[in-house]
């Protein structure tokens, strides 16, 4: 038995309003819930058990996945009362692991995307006799993480808070979210409280000479906590660019699910997903954007790196720059909609109320440009970037 937990109690509060009625690990990614990709690749690695970490909307996962006999895998769930980050996280769900305690166990956190070989970093954590082993990763511009320098054998030498100098990047090794824990330590973080495996777990092995190593990986790697990197992801993994088991076609330039409509005269492109349910009318031309169950793209609309809801509706000819439109909401005709914008879940934005040049006819009623519906959750942001 192989056993793996998964940390999926966020509120994804970055991704609003995508994820005003929905986890972020279960937003559709090229196709399916970003956490089927997760599984499956944690399946194919040879994982059978998974402890599923959870907190908000919890009951939206067990309806989704079940036993996770679909998936072949052993799925249970642990729900958090009150958040306790990640380290906290970790021990409470490890109450349901039935590994001995000098076996390996697998922690994933549920909004990166990764191409890290799994199996090869249980096999690294095993051969070296390691307390925990880290996924690296290089990044250009360390100043937005912790870094994470090592020694030439790969030991991990200090967890540095996030640059606030040049002086201080003294790598550019961060901490990519896989580990692989022997499970006699997580047995050690204290139980029913508040604990970040970053700034208080990993600092106190160090600091008793625990074995903490580091492995740099070099494949694909992307945290999808913001909008742009949401849509990025579901594209890249269209385009083939990572790989996953789950993906439910072969890599292209567009997928069209089953149920979907696209007008032969509609252009998708850029890695675009188009949902059941959805439609795309004539004359649209959608690049590299999230098009979610029951949306509709109206004639002439131009949609490029987009997320647009489930049942929301772009109006013809409006254009939507790296725009998140919410659930139910209604972009209607002739808008012009700049990078950034969010329209919140339900919320109405009136004709030609958004231009980024001149209207093609004159102002004939004053608008109120969102107008957001009885009940609509989210926030809604007329004429601002986020």
């Not at 051969?127 to 990044?139: F, H, I, M, N």
């Not at 594209?235 to 699910?257: I, K, M, N, W």
Request: aromatic share 4%.
């Amino acid at each position: 038995m192989s056993e793996a937990i998964l940390l999926v109690g966020g509120q994804g509060t970055r991704l609003r309003p995508l994820t005003s009625h929905i986890p972020k690990p279960l937003l559709p990614v090229a196709g399916v819930p970003f956490l089927t990709h997760q599984l499956a690749r944690a399946a194919a690695a040879g994982v059978t058990r998974v402890i599923l970490a959870t907190s908000y909307l919890a009951e939206l996962f067990e309806a989704e996945y079940g036993n996770g006999a679909r998936l072949g895998l052993e799925l249970e769930y642990v729900t958090e009362e009150s958040a306790l980050g990640t380290g906290g996280a970790i021990r409470n769900a490890a109450r349901r692991l039935r590994s001995a305690p000098s076996d390996p166990v697998l922690v994933l956190n549920g909004d990166i995307l990764s191409g890290v070989d799994i199996a090869a970093l249980r096999a690294h954590h095993r051969l070296t006799g390691a307390d925990v082993t880290l996924q690296l990763k290089r990044v250009g511009d360390p100043r937005a993480f912790g870094l994470v320098p090592t020694d030439e054998g790969g030991r991990v030498t200090a967890f540095l808070e996030k640059p606030q100098t040049p002086e201080e990047i003294i790598t550019d090794q961060i901490n990519a979210g896989c580990y692989v824990f022997t499970r006699s330590v997580i047995d050690r973080i204290p139980p029913d409280r508040v604990v970040s495996v970053e700034r208080e777990t990993f600092p106190e092995l160090l600091a008793t000479d625990a074995q903490v190593r580091g492995v740099v990986d070099d494949t694909y790697w992307l945290d999808l906590g913001t909008p742009a990197a949401f849509v990025q992801g579901s594209a890249d993994l269209v385009r083939g660019r990572v790989t996953s088991p789950a993906l439910p076609g072969p890599p292209g330039d567009a997928l069209v699910l089953p149920g979907a409509r696209v007008h032969p005269a509609a252009v998708l492109s850029g890695g675009t997903v188009v949902s059941p349910g959805a439609v795309i009318e004539e004359g649209a031309v959608v690049e590299g954007s999230v098009v979610m169950t029951g949306a509709h793209i109206a004639p002439g609309a131009t949609v490029h790196a987009s997320a647009v809801g489930r049942h929301a509706q772009v109006g013809p000819g409006t254009s939507l720059e790296a725009t998140v439109v919410g659930d139910g909401a209604h972009v209607e005709e002739g808008n012009e909609l700049p990078p950034g914008v969010r329209i919140a879940c339900g919320a109405r934005m009136a004709p030609y109320s958004v231009r980024l040049s001149a209207a093609p006819t004159p102002c004939a009623t004053e608008h109120t440009a969102v107008r957001p519906t009885s009940g609509a959750r989210g926030t809604a942001r007329p004429a601002t970037t986020a």
